[in-house]
């Protein structure tokens, strides 16, 4: 009887056991599933319209920033930060720090990404309007 009674304890036990590493498991695989890809560093909730400025910017950040800064300049994990960001305010970084940044590149100091090399093939022009689409996402996320 005693043998019975053990026997049926660790038979309890290891069925919770894999229970809970399935669940565990099952929730790794949501996870990885739900981001298929997904590397994002912040949720950017999208303004209901951009303004003419902001949509040159938008097309200009998808061929030259997206790649680095990912979709909706949400950031990318181990790639680059979201410049939807508190960081990335107006009163923080003015829109000059991002001209900078693109024509000259810039040293890291608030990330741990690594220093961020100038981009080729941007005018100021070019920079002006991402920067549009870029405050204009940063506006729609409390940030101002």
Sequence with gaps: MKKTSIL???????GFAFIAWQKTDQGRQNKSDAGMGNTTLAEVLLPSTLSQSAQIGKRAFEKKCMACHGINAAGQVEVAPPLVHKIYE?????DESFQRAASLGVRAHH???GDMPAVEGLTRGDVTMIVAYIRELQRTNGIN
């Design 90 to 94: 107006p009163s923080h970084h003015g």
């Design 111 to 113: 990330w741990s990404f």
């Design 8 to 14: 049926a304890a660790v038979l309890i036990i290891v």
